[in-house]
C-alpha cells in the first residue's frame, strides 16, 4: 500500500465507499428531457434575506422550468458562526412568498427530492468520501499549521510582495512531512485541515465560459486551499464542487462575486475528475447614488432587504415581475403584448442578462406593482390589503373587516376595463387611497382651482334637490348636467371649449364642487361609484358639512 492510500486511510478509517460508488449506486444520473438544466440556489441561513438572492433564485428557478427541467433549494449551513436560529426557514418562506417554487430540497413541507439531504451541515460523509480519494491519490494532505504560523506567513508575502495564501515554500512545512510524521501528529491529538495540493503555478491561465459573459480568462488556482476544516465540515470551495457533482447540477447560477473563486472550483472538479457544469454569474442589483452606481447595500439601504417589501405590502408577484423587467429587456414588450398572461410564460434568456449590473429603481418598481395591482380583481385586491393590514396596520384592518362588502366595493371603483385606474402601488397605499371614505378619516384638500364660496354653495343647494345615491350612472350624470345652464355653465365641455366667456364653467368644474364635498379631493375614482356606495344619508350628511363649513 503506497504511502497515500495509507495516510488516506488514517485520515478518513471509517469511509468506505468511493466516490464513483456514490454517482452510480445513490446519486445515479436524472432522467430529464434532452436540453434540460438542473439548476440551484444555495443561500446561508444568516437571517438577512437581500432581494438580491431573491433575483438569482428566480434567476435559476426560469432557467431550469423554462428547459423543462428542476431546481433544487440547498441550504448551506455549514458556516455555524453566521447561521441564524430559524434562518434557513426564513428563507424558505420568503421565496415561497414570492412565487418562487423549487422541485426539490429545502421545501415548505420538509425535505424532499431523492439527492438530498439538502443541508450541507446534513451531508458530512459524502465531503469526507471525496476528500479521501484525493489524499489517496496524493492531491490533499493534512495541515497542521497553527493561526500564529499563517500570520507569520502572511507577513511574509505582504513583505516580499507576493500572492497571500497558503503555496509554494510557505506550504512546503505540512506539504513535505512524511507518513510517519502526519501519524505520530495525528494519534497525539493535534488539529488539522485538509489542503488541496494544488498544481497550479503562479501566472497560469485558466479559461472560463460563462453562459452570461462569454469567456473569461483568469490566473489559475495556485493556493492549496482547505478542503476539509478541523472539524471535518467542508469549505464552500469543495462543498460546492462535491453537492453540486452529486446533485446532477448541469448549471450553476450564482452571483457575480463568484467569479474569482471561479478557478479553485475548476481546479477541484479537473482534479476529482469531474465533469464541470456550466457557470452562469449573474451582475448585482445596482443603485443610483449622487449620479453614479453602486451595489443595493443591505446598510445603506432599506430595500435591499426583503422584509422591506412585505412591510411596504409590495404583492409578492409585482416585486418578481419587476425583477424579470431587470433581468431580461425584453419582458416590458412581452407583457404589452401579452397583459393577462402568468410571468412564467415569459421566455426568459440567461444571454439577455446585464453584464453591468441592472439598476433597481424604486419609482419604476412602484409603476409595475400599480400596473400588476390593477389587473387584480376587486376581491384579491381586498383580500390582499386585509392580510396585509392585519399585520402591519391593524386600524386600517378593524375599519376594513368590520364591512367586508363596503371594503370590496372600495376596490371595485374603477376596476378592470382597458384603462383600469392604478392609484395603488402597494397595501400600505390604501390608507391614503380609502381614508375618504371613511367619516373620521375625511380631511380636506386646498379648493383654490374651484369657483368661489358662493357659486360653491348654489351647485350644492340644487343638487341636494335632486339627489339620489341609488341613480344608474346615466340618469345621476344627467341630473348633473341639468343643474349646469341654470347656474350659469355649459353642460358640454366640448361646447365650452368653442366659447368660454359664455359661461362660468362647464359641467366638469360642477362635478369638481360635488367631488369635492363627498370625499375632500379634487381626484378620485368615478364619482358616480362612489356616491353609490356612500349612500344617501352619507351624501347629504357630507354636502351639508361643507356647505356649513367650508362655503
Given at each position: 500500500?503506497?504511502?497515500?492510500?495509507?495516510?488516506?486511510q488514517l485520515?478518513f478509517?471509517h469511509?468506505t465507499q468511493?466516490?464513483?460508488?456514490l454517482?452510480?449506486q445513490?446519486?445515479?444520473?436524472?432522467?430529464?428531457?434532452?436540453?434540460?438544466?438542473v439548476?440551484?440556489?444555495a443561500?446561508?441561513?444568516?437571517?438577512f434575506?437581500h432581494?438580491?438572492?431573491v433575483?438569482?433564485?428566480?434567476?435559476a428557478?426560469r432557467?431550469?422550468?423554462l428547459?423543462?427541467?428542476?431546481?433544487?433549494?440547498r441550504?448551506?449551513?455549514?458556516?455555524k458562526?453566521?447561521?441564524?436560529?430559524?434562518?434557513?426557514e426564513?428563507?424558505?418562506?420568503?421565496?415561497?412568498?414570492?412565487g418562487?417554487?423549487f422541485d426539490?430540497?429545502?421545501?415548505?413541507g420538509?425535505?424532499?427530492?431523492a439527492?438530498?439531504?439538502?443541508?450541507?451541515?446534513?451531508r458530512?460523509e459524502?465531503?469526507?468520501?471525496?476528500c479521501?480519494?484525493?489524499?489517496?491519490r496524493?492531491?490533499?494532505?493534512?495541515?497542521?499549521?497553527?493561526?500564529?504560523?499563517?500570520?507569520?506567513?502572511?507577513?511574509r508575502?505582504e513583505q516580499a510582495?507576493?500572492?497571500?495564501?497558503?503555496?509554494?515554500e510557505?506550504a512546503?512545512?505540512?506539504?513535505?512531512?512524511?507518513?510517519d510524521?502526519?501519524?505520530?501528529l495525528?494519534?497525539a491529538?493535534?488539529p488539522?485541515?485538509?489542503?488541496?495540493?494544488?498544481?497550479?503555478?503562479?501566472?497560469?491561465?485558466?479559461?472560463?465560459?460563462?453562459?452570461?459573459?462569454?469567456?473569461?480568462?483568469?490566473?489559475e488556482?495556485?493556493i492549496?486551499?482547505?478542503l476539509?476544516?478541523s472539524?471535518g465540515?467542508?469549505?464552500?470551495?469543495?462543498?460546492h464542487?462535491?453537492?453540486?457533482?452529486?446533485m446532477?447540477v448541469?448549471?450553476?447560477?450564482?452571483?457575480?462575486?463568484w467569479?474569482a473563486?471561479?478557478?479553485i472550483h475548476l481546479?477541484?472538479?479537473?482534479?476529482?475528475g469531474?465533469?464541470?457544469?456550466?457557470?452562469?454569474?449573474?451582475?448585482?442589483?445596482?443603485?443610483?447614488?449622487?449620479?453614479?452606481k453602486?451595489k443595493?447595500?443591505?446598510r445603506?439601504?432599506?430595500?435591499?432587504?426583503?422584509?422591506?417589501f412585505s412591510?411596504?405590502?409590495?404583492?409578492?408577484s409585482?416585486?418578481?415581475?419587476y425583477?424579470?423587467t431587470?433581468?431580461?429587456?425584453?419582458?416590458e414588450?412581452?407583457?404589452?403584448?401579452?397583459?393577462?398572461?402568468?410571468?412564467?410564460?415569459?421566455?426568459?434568456?440567461?444571454?439577455?442578462?446585464?453584464?453591468?449590473?441592472?439598476l433597481?429603481d424604486?419609482?419604476?418598481?412602484?409603476?409595475?406593482s400599480?400596473e400588476v395591482?390593477?389587473?387584480?380583481?376587486?376581491e384579491e385586491?381586498?383580500?390582499?390589503?386585509?392580510a396585509?393590514a392585519?399585520?402591519y396596520?391593524?386600524?386600517?384592518?378593524?375599519?376594513l373587516?368590520?364591512d367586508?362588502s363596503?371594503?370590496?366595493?372600495?376596490?371595485a371603483?374603477?376596476?378592470g376595463?382597458?384603462k383600469?385606474r392604478?392609484?395603488?402601488a402597494k397595501?400600505?397605499?390604501v390608507?391614503?387611497?380609502?381614508s375618504?371614505?371613511?367619516?373620521?378619516?375625511?380631511?380636506?384638500e386646498?379648493?383654490?382651482?374651484?369657483?368661489?364660496?358662493?357659486?360653491r354653495?348654489?351647485?350644492?343647494?340644487?343638487?341636494?334637490e335632486?339627489l339620489d345615491?341609488?341613480d344608474?350612472?346615466?340618469?345621476?350624470?344627467e341630473?348633473?348636467?341639468?343643474l349646469?345652464?341654470?347656474l350659469?355653465?355649459c353642460?358640454?365641455?366640448?361646447?365650452?371649449k368653442?366659447?368660454?366667456e359664455?359661461y362660468?364653467?362647464?359641467?366638469?368644474?360642477?362635478?369638481?364642487?360635488?367631488?369635492?364635498?363627498?370625499?375632500?379631493?379634487?381626484?378620485?375614482?368615478?364619482?358616480?361609484?362612489?356616491?353609490?356606495?356612500?349612500?344617501?344619508?352619507?351624501?347629504?350628511?357630507r354636502?351639508k358639512?361643507y356647505?356649513e363649513?367650508?362655503?
Amino acid at each position: 500500500m503506497s504511502d497515500s492510500a495509507r495516510l488516506a486511510q488514517l485520515l478518513f478509517p471509517h469511509i468506505t465507499q468511493t466516490p464513483a460508488q456514490l454517482m452510480e449506486q445513490v446519486y445515479p444520473p436524472r432522467e430529464l428531457p434532452e436540453g434540460a438544466v438542473v439548476t440551484r440556489f444555495a443561500p446561508s441561513p444568516t437571517g438577512f434575506m437581500h432581494i438580491g438572492n431573491v433575483f438569482t433564485s428566480l434567476v435559476a428557478e426560469r432557467a431550469a422550468h423554462l428547459s423543462g427541467g428542476r431546481v433544487i433549494l440547498r441550504i448551506e449551513d455549514t458556516d455555524k458562526k453566521r447561521e441564524v436560529e430559524g434562518g434557513a426557514e426564513l428563507i424558505v418562506r420568503g421565496l415561497s412568498d414570492f412565487g418562487i417554487y423549487f422541485d426539490e430540497g429545502v421545501l415548505p413541507g420538509g425535505e424532499q427530492g431523492a439527492y438530498g439531504p439538502y443541508r450541507q451541515s446534513m451531508r458530512a460523509e459524502l465531503y469526507h468520501v471525496f476528500c479521501k480519494d484525493l489524499v489517496e491519490r496524493g492531491l490533499a494532505y493534512p495541515c497542521f499549521c497553527t493561526e500564529d504560523e499563517l500570520a507569520e506567513y502572511r507577513a511574509r508575502q505582504e513583505q516580499a510582495g507576493v500572492t497571500p495564501g497558503y503555496w509554494g515554500e510557505y506550504a512546503e512545512k505540512c506539504r513535505s512531512r512524511s507518513y510517519d510524521e502526519i501519524k505520530a501528529l495525528v494519534d497525539a491529538g493535534k488539529p488539522y485541515v485538509v489542503r488541496l495540493r494544488s498544481p497550479g503555478k503562479p501566472g497560469g491561465r485558466v479559461k472560463l465560459r460563462d453562459v452570461i459573459r462569454g469567456e473569461i480568462e483568469m490566473e489559475e488556482n495556485f493556493i492549496d486551499v482547505v478542503l476539509l476544516k478541523s472539524d471535518g465540515i467542508p469549505t464552500y470551495h469543495f462543498a460546492h464542487v462535491v453537492d453540486d457533482t452529486l446533485m446532477r447540477v448541469t448549471q450553476v447560477i450564482r452571483g457575480e462575486e463568484w467569479v474569482a473563486s471561479a478557478p479553485i472550483h475548476l481546479q477541484l472538479f479537473w482534479l476529482c475528475g469531474l465533469k464541470t457544469p456550466k457557470y452562469a454569474h449573474v451582475s448585482p442589483l445596482m443603485k443610483e447614488d449622487g449620479g453614479a452606481k453602486r451595489k443595493l447595500s443591505k446598510r445603506k439601504d432599506p430595500e435591499a432587504a426583503v422584509s422591506y417589501f412585505s412591510e411596504q405590502g409590495y404583492p409578492a408577484s409585482a416585486v418578481t415581475e419587476y425583477l424579470l423587467t431587470i433581468a431580461n429587456s425584453g419582458f416590458e414588450d412581452w407583457r404589452r403584448q401579452n397583459r393577462e398572461a402568468p410571468c412564467s410564460e415569459f421566455p426568459f434568456s440567461l444571454k439577455k442578462m446585464s453584464l453591468s449590473g441592472a439598476l433597481f429603481d424604486l419609482v419604476k418598481l412602484q409603476s409595475v406593482s400599480a400596473e400588476v395591482i390593477s389587473r387584480m380583481t376587486a376581491e384579491e385586491v381586498c383580500e390582499s390589503v386585509l392580510a396585509w393590514a392585519k399585520e402591519y396596520d391593524a386600524d386600517l384592518y378593524a375599519r376594513l373587516s368590520a364591512d367586508k362588502s363596503f371594503a370590496a366595493g372600495i376596490f371595485a371603483i374603477d376596476r378592470g376595463g382597458k384603462k383600469p385606474r392604478k392609484d395603488i402601488a402597494k397595501w400600505s397605499d390604501v390608507r391614503g387611497y380609502a381614508s375618504y371614505f371613511f367619516d373620521d378619516m375625511l380631511t380636506r384638500e386646498s379648493a383654490d382651482t374651484l369657483p368661489d364660496g358662493e357659486t360653491r354653495r348654489a351647485i350644492l343647494q340644487a343638487y341636494l334637490e335632486v339627489l339620489d345615491a341609488a341613480d344608474d350612472k346615466d340618469t345621476w350624470f344627467e341630473k348633473i348636467r341639468g343643474l349646469c345652464a341654470p347656474l350659469g355653465f355649459c353642460p358640454d365641455v366640448k361646447q365650452y371649449k368653442e366659447s368660454p366667456e359664455q359661461y362660468r364653467g362647464h359641467v366638469g368644474d360642477v362635478s369638481a364642487v360635488i367631488r369635492m364635498a363627498l370625499t375632500g379631493r379634487l381626484n378620485t375614482p368615478d364619482l358616480h361609484a362612489i356616491t353609490a356606495l356612500l349612500g344617501q344619508e352619507r351624501c347629504l350628511a357630507r354636502i351639508k358639512d361643507y356647505m356649513e363649513k367650508e362655503c
